[in-house]
């Protein structure tokens, strides 16, 4: 199933986009698309069984598609985990995932504005494949256990001030958690659509040049090991995002005068059936 959340922000009601892509409405049957829906153990079943039944349509003209997700728990990411985004920095491959979090109120709509923040002179970009998480996970031992908890997957846009993130000291995190720093959607993807995510194709374009064009079967820490991992230092729970890197192509790894966003950049992602985003940048 593809799952979605429509309408103004802070009001957006839950959605479905059918097999021939028509936009249904599942208010009726769910209040929304969220960490409550998920940790129910027949959630998606009965999402599911309303759609066969017949839902009714909603008209998509002008209806602004909002983050597939309500109010995620958390947001855990991965740092350098592509073999071709480690080449490109000269980063020595890590040993163990490096992790970061991102904070829940980063997450805006894939086609929102992303807001340059104030003193900025380094927004990057990165295209990221997000696993959402369905069952509690603690202390996983398999990477079969770990793909069993994901609920779906979706496409995110880890938006980055690299001066933030690596000039200014501490740890990475005042580098991703500027405001509007994490576009999510269109859609949440269920798992049974995505059979294998470590064969996904990943694409991002700024002002319509092709700047990242790589596949996750690069990642160096795979989907099912990096939800193992993550279990073994936290609890995920339903509704927790995992942001599991970004392939070669940032703007960090440019040769100087590197191309970093500025007010008026368009940029535009997509996973392979994930869906597609488009943000246009504005000055905080």
């Known amino acids: 199933m593809k799952l979605l959340r429509v309408g103004p922000p802070g009001a957006e009601r839950p959605a479905l986009l059918d097999g021939n892509g028509t936009l249904r409405d599942l208010s009726g049957v769910v209040p929304d698309i969220g960490p409550a829906l998920l940790a129910e153990p027949d959630g998606l079943d009965r999402v599911r069984a309303a759609a066969d039944a017949g839902l009714p349509g909603l008209d998509p003209a002008g209806l602004r598609v909002g983050p597939p997700l309500s109010r995620p728990g958390k947001i855990v990411c991965i740092g350098l985990n592509y073999h071709d985004h480690a080449r490109e920095t000269g980063a020595a491959v890590p040993g163990e995932p490096i992790l970061f979090m991102k904070a829940p109120d980063t997450v805006v709509g894939p086609h929102d504005h992303v807001l340059v923040p104030r003193g900025s002179e380094k927004t990057d970009w990165e295209v990221e494949l997000a696993v959402v998480i369905g069952r509690t996970a603690r202390y996983l031992e398999t990477h079969e256990e770990a793909l069993a908890h994901i609920a779906g997957y979706a496409v995110a846009h880890d938006v980055s001030e690299r001066a933030f993130q690596i000039e200014r000291g501490g740890q990475w995190d005042k580098g991703k958690n500027c405001e509007t720093f994490n576009p ?36 160096i820490f795979p989907v099912a090991e990096i939800v193992r991992y993550l279990s073994r230092f936290m609890t995920l729970y339903p509704g927790d995002v995992i942001n599991t890197g970004t392939p070669a192509g940032v703007a960090l790894g440019h040769p100087e005068p590197k191309p970093y966003l500025r007010a008026g950049d368009v940029v535009e992602l997509e996973i392979d059936g994930l869906g597609r985003q488009r943000q246009e940048l504005k000055d905080a």
């Not at 049974?192 to 790589?214: F, I, M, R, T, Y």
């Open 184 to 219: 999510l959607g269109p859609w949440l993807v269920t798992a049974d659509e995505v059979p294998d995510p470590q064969a996904l194709s990943l694409k991002l374009w700024v002002n319509g040049d092709l700047k990242q064009d790589g596949t996750t079967a690069e990642m």
